[in-house]
Nanobody, 125 residues
C-alpha cells in the first residue's frame, strides 16, 4: 500500500506562485500514474493534471494549461505541481493521487486508488 503526503500549500496573492509536493512511500512511485486534483467547498473533486509512470507524458485541465506544470522526481519518489499566475478561482484543497490505470484514463477521481490528505491553496489579495 502506498502513502502519499502533500505539502507546499499556502496563501498567495493573485499572480503569485506556489509549488506543491507529493511524497510517495510504501511503494515505488513509478508503479503509478500520478495526478493532482482539487476540491473547493461544496464542489466535487476535479482533475488538474496527470503524469505518466515514466514522466514522459503529461496532461492538464484546460483552465490551468500554460500556468501549471506537473513533474516527477523518480529518485525522490516525489511528484510536483508548479503553479504560476495563480487566480482566485484556483483556491481549493489540492490532493495528489496514485493510479494503476492506463494513460488514457486518469481524469476521474475514481481512477485513483491512493490519495494524500490534501494541502490548502488560497489565492486572495
Amino acid at each position: 500500500q502506498a502513502q502519499l503526503v502533500e505539502s507546499g500549500g499556502g496563501l498567495v496573492q493573485p499572480g503569485g506562485s506556489l509549488r506543491l509536493s507529493c511524497v510517495v512511500s510504501g511503494r515505488t512511485s513509478t508503479n503509478y500514474m500520478m495526478g493532482w486534483f482539487r476540491q473547493a467547498p461544496g464542489m466535487e473533486r476535479e482533475f488538474v493534471a496527470k503524469i505518466s509512470r515514466n514522466g514522459g507524458s503529461t496532461a492538464y485541465e484546460d483552465s490551468v494549461k500554460g500556468r501549471f506544470t506537473i513533474s516527477r522526481d523518480k529518485p525522490r519518489n516525489t511528484v510536483y505541481l508548479q503553479m504560476n499566475n495563480l487566480k482566485p478561482e484556483d483556491t481549493a484543497l489540492y490532493y495528489c493521487g496514485a493510479s494503476s490505470t492506463v494513460w488514457g484514463l486518469g481524469r476521474r477521481a475514481d481512477d485513483y486508488i491512493y490519495w494524500g490528505q490534501g494541502t490548502q491553496v488560497t489565492v486572495s489579495s
